[in-house]
């Protein structure tokens, strides 16, 4: 009789799913950004949450819970209720790198979140200053191997995907470069174009500016494919560091046990959404390109992430800020 009711149970709450999907949603959605107000997350957030609204008649609310390394606005949205109603605009930083960086953590992927969708995904780049003898990745090699650990190279901040760049690519080439961190990826990317310092590790939106005054020279995309933005930048991998393939993105999370039928609802909106024109202009315009996926697609790339950074964060000995 126990096994025919807990039997009922699960088949009636299949049931239901659908019917609970097609009312979904019926009052507003809060979409949680960990971070403040203007950066590539939270624009991220307010155009998604733009064109939900349009498209379901329901206000999508933004709120940005800044602060502690992102845990402040992930905990929220871990302890959301799994009704489809809390979302979380995350990064990879969020959900592939503090997870292998800090020992305690307020929240756990695996037990407090469902994906949803990958949303938009930002080039990294090996950037030079135009000044620099730095004409290509084995310039920078070679330099690094006549004066191990000499040569700077600057990031945003210490434990972001840009260090773990820098660190990889030490790594696979056998050298060790001085990491420089900043207060953001405008500072860096000042630095290099100022020529306080000589290398950076910086999302290609950072260096833009600066590429088109001439003062800095991208020397190499850091992810495995061509830059939309400029493909005849050549890869770290199509120049010899095989292994280094990382990029900046941006993702779509629910609170674990939301209904399976709600994630594919605001799935499959969110797909028709970053496949507009319009949209996709909007996030190339601050360097990102928007980057669709279904959920058990965002699952695979953050458990590759997660484990190959893992690897660089405990190989580099690199630890948080």
Same mark, same amino acid.
């Given at each position: 009789m126990r096994i025919w009711l807990i039997a009922a149970a699960s088949s009636l709450a299949l049931l239901t799913q659908p019917a609970v999907s097609q009312t979904?949603?019926?009052? !507003?959605?809060?979409?949680?950004?960990?971070? *403040?107000?203007? @950066?590539?997350?939270? /624009?991220?957030?307010?155009?998604?949450?733009?064109?939900?609204t349009e498209a379901w008649g329901q206000q999508v609310v933004v709120e940005n819970r800044p602060g502690g390394n992102g845990f402040i606005g992930m905990?929220?949205?871990?302890?959301?209720? !799994?009704?489809?109603?809390?979302?979380?605009? *995350?990064?990879? @930083?969020?959900?592939? /790198?503090?997870?292998?960086l800090f020992k305690e953590?307020?929240?756990?992927?695996?037990?407090?979140?469902?994906s949803v969708g990958l949303v938009s995904d930002i080039p990294l780049v090996l950037a030079a200053n135009s000044e620099t003898p730095y004409k290509s990745v084995a310039d920078v090699i070679a330099a690094a191997k006549a004066q191990p650990g000499r040569i700077s190279v600057g990031s945003p901040g210490s434990g972001t995907i840009n260090q773990i760049v820098i660190e990889w690519i030490g790594l696979e080439t056998g050298t060790k470069f001085q990491h420089i961190p900043f207060k953001g990826g405008a500072p860096s990317a000042a630095a290099v174009a100022g020529g306080t310092i000589p290398l950076g590790v910086l999302a290609s939106s950072s260096v833009a500016p600066h590429v088109k005054s001439g003062k800095i020279r991208v020397l190499a995309v850091t992810g495995a494919k061509p830059s939309k933005f400029n493909p005849q930048w050549p890869t770290l991998q199509s120049q010899g560091v095989k292994e280094v393939d990382a990029s900046q993105w941006t993702l779509l999370l629910a609170p674990k046990g939301t209904p399976k039928a709600i994630v594919e609802k605001i799935n499959t909106e969110l797909v028709k959404i970053?496949?507009?024109?319009?949209?996709?202009?909007?996030f190339a315009a601050g360097g990102a390109e928007?980057?669709?996926?279904?959920?058990?697609e965002l699952d695979a790339r953050m458990k590759t992430a997660t484990a190959a950074f893992g690897n660089i964060v405990k190989r580099a000995n690199i630890k948080p800020n």
């Open positions: 979904y949603p019926s009052k !507003p959605i809060h979409m949680l950004v960990p971070y *403040a107000p203007g @950066g590539v997350t939270d /624009i991220a957030a307010r155009i998604v949450g733009a064109k939900l905990s929220a949205g871990a302890k959301g209720a !799994p009704d489809g109603y809390t979302l979380t605009m *995350a990064t990879i @930083g969020d959900v592939s /790198i503090n997870p292998v953590m307020p929240y756990n992927m695996e037990r407090d979140f469902t970053l496949n507009m024109p319009d949209v996709k202009e909007r928007t980057s669709p996926s279904t959920p058990a």
